[in-house]
């Protein structure tokens, strides 16, 4: 599968739900696509952006928008055991800061 099949299946799915429909693989770029694919692509979604993207790609996209992300701490706990050869516990993602909890506090101090 190209990475442009795999875009149209995702799309076709709703999982770009967020972006206009006329939304392309072009427009959102490969950062997006992958953040999306781990966020709420099924395993075999996941497995195949590792076939069409290389892993150090996957893992930095992944520690900057996931891995702080407490919303995502069983998913995080999957990619790092199943993906990324890491042995850690769900409590290793829970100490971890966001820029998301960063922007949420900032926001919350100047109100």
Known sequence: M???KLFNKLK???IFWSYSKDITLKNI???IFIEYILKYGDFDD???AFKLYDKEFIKKVWQ???VG???FIKLNVMLARVFFDM???SSYFKGLESARDKKLR???SQN
């Open 64 to 66: 900057e928008k996931l």
């Open 12 to 14: 076709s799915k709703g």
């Open 87 to 89: 042995n850690v516990e």
């Open 29 to 31: 770029g490969d950062k």
């Open 46 to 48: 996941i497995a195949l």
């Open 2 to 4: 190209t990475k442009q």
């Open 69 to 71: 992300d407490k919303r």
């Open 106 to 108: 900032l926001f919350a």
